[in-house]
């Protein structure tokens, strides 16, 4: 157990649809980062926040979108869902800024039919 | 753009069949190269960080190694539970790109 917190696991939705994902980080930890993993594309970085601030980001689409709050919880909101953003959605957190060092939550799985 | 490429995509081991994972990146200028290990449905979890060639890291029944253009994982008489998805990553010293870039992995099965 990593003790990175991500609910739901599994998530089915249609097309058109917003969803959130929320994780909740290892005691302590104060940056999060969220990641997408697909068969065809392996995982992929879309943004990092530390201490509240965004940090970093990746190829995240404009439909997606994300904050930390003040109890450092994160969450992912994906909006206008596509078949194409089916994936696995991995959180993680460390807790410093720029480490390689990462512990991740077990995922949630959205599937858009 | 950092570029992790890993081979073999897939291996199949005997327990107790020794073998390497090779990971291959370009990165102008690697501040660290990270070994994860994924099992089915599991998030990544961290093994190894290496910063500068020549390092090596232990740990059980693995090794991992890095040159100045890849990194080797070294499987020493694996055992059934080593079974996995082994994944590299690099980190940029650039302070704009210091996420991580991922290769895509190699799966790992050892059959008793």
């Known amino acids: 157990d990593s003790g990175v917190t991500q609910t739901p696991k599994h998530l089915i939705t249609a097309t058109g649809q917003r969803v959130t994902l929320r994780c909740s980080p290892r005691?302590?930890?104060?940056?999060v980062y969220w990641y997408q993993q697909s068969l065809d594309q392996g995982l992929q970085f879309l943004i990092q926040?530390?201490?509240?601030?965004?940090?970093a980001k990746g190829n995240i689409l404009e439909r997606f979108s994300a904050q930390q709050f003040p109890d450092l919880h994160s969450e992912l909101n994906l909006s206008s869902l596509e078949l194409g953003d089916s994936a696995l959605y991995f959180c993680?957190?460390?807790?410093?800024?720029?480490?390689?060092?990462?512990?991740f939550g077990e995922g949630s799985r959205l599937t858009v039919l | 753009e950092d570029q992790v490429t890993q081979s073999p995509e897939a291996l199949r081991l005997q327990e107790g069949e020794s073998s390497s994972l090779n990971c291959s990146y370009t990165v102008s200028g690697l501040r660290g190269l990270f070994w994860y290990r994924q099992d089915p449905g599991k998030g990544p979890e961290f093994l190894f960080t290496?910063?500068?060639a020549g390092e090596e890291k232990e740990k059980e029944r693995l090794k991992a190694t890095l040159t100045k253009k890849e990194s080797f994982l070294h499987i020493t008489a694996p055992k059934p539970e080593d079974s996995a998805t082994y994944l590299c990553?690099?980190?940029?010293?650039?302070?704009?790109?210091?996420?991580?870039?991922f290769g895509s992995g190699t799966r790992l099965q050892v059959q008793p």
């Open positions: 005691s302590g930890d104060l940056s």
């Open positions: 926040y530390y201490n509240g601030e965004e940090r």
């Open positions: 993680a957190s460390s807790p410093h800024e720029n480490t390689g060092e990462l512990f």
């Open positions: 290496l910063y500068s």
């Open positions: 990553a690099v980190q940029a010293m650039d302070t704009g790109r210091r996420a991580l870039t």
